[in-house]
T-cell receptor
Framework: DAKTTQPPSMDCAEGRAANLPCNHSTISGNEYVYWYRQIHSQGPQYIIHGLKNNETNEMASLIITEDRKSSTLILPHATLRDTAVYYCIVHAGSGGGADGLTFGKGTHLIIQP | EPEVTQTPSHQVTQMGQEVILRCVPISNHLYFYWYRQILGQKVEFLVSFYNNEISEKSEIFDDQFSVERPDGSNFTLKIRSTKLEDSAMYFC???????????FGPGTRLLVL
């Protein structure tokens, strides 16, 4: 089972910032927080990941709380093309074999015009 | 930008037939993965592959499934005797390291009749 909890759906107005929360209270010290999204039935698209520091790239920002038990993905200026299911996934950064990612049900983000 | 490619995009087969799904991972990646997504359900990990052998596999990956890297570029998933419940999207992914970002292909939609 997924180690993360996300709201099933969210709405956001086009042009506004979309803030997607994720709880991962049982995250281990060597686990990173990854965010992917899936548009319709396309392949999951990597967005961003982080360990404990906040991260930013051309797509989004990731804010991780100091205790690492939750995080927020921020899409700064949402467009209609950002409508998708967003998955928050914790994944080990070391040790073990090539484990697969454990997907939950994610958050269906709907951008309203 | 390098990307994972998959062929075919769609495959229709009769129950009991064998199918081979093909993937070309990102060229400098060494770890390869297969996932599936039954319509309306979560993305599920099937198997990971490294150095010409299976690294990890899930309970779903039973004896009807096999994976192979027949040459330096392709990575294949074979389903020996398809069942109706094998109908799903199948996604290939690759990563440079088992603990680095996995990048997904666009998927193959398999329909078993």
């Amino acid at each position: 089972d997924a180690k993360t909890t996300q709201p099933p759906s969210m709405d956001c107005a086009e042009g506004r910032a979309a803030n997607l929360p994720c709880n991962h209270s049982t995250i281990s010290g060597n686990e990173y927080v990854y965010w992917y999204r899936q548009i319709h039935s396309q392949g999951p698209q990597y967005i961003i990941h982080g360990l404990k520091n906040n991260e930013t790239n051309e797509m989004a920002s990731l804010i991780i709380t100091e205790d690492r038990k939750s995080s927020t993905l921020i899409l700064p200026h949402a467009t209609l093309r950002d409508t998708a299911v967003y998955y928050c996934i914790v994944h080990a950064g070391s040790g073990g074999g090539a484990d697969g990612l454990t997907f939950g049900k994610g958050t269906h983000l709907i951008i309203q015009p | 930008e390098p990307e994972v490619t998959q062929t075919p995009s769609h495959q229709v087969t009769q129950m009991g037939q064998e199918v081979i799904l093909r993937c070309v991972p990102i060229s400098n990646h060494l770890y390869f993965y297969w996932y599936r997504q039954i319509l309306g359900q979560k993305v599920e990990f099937l198997v990971s592959f490294y150095n010409n052998e299976i690294s990890e596999k899930s309970e779903i990956f039973d004896d009807q499934f096999s994976v192979e890297r027949p040459d330096g570029s392709n990575f294949t998933l074979k389903i020996r005797s398809t069942k109706l419940e094998d109908s799903a999207m199948y996604f290939c992914a690759s990563s440079a390291d088992p603990h680095e970002t996995q990048y997904f292909g666009p998927g193959t939609r398999l329909l078993v009749l």
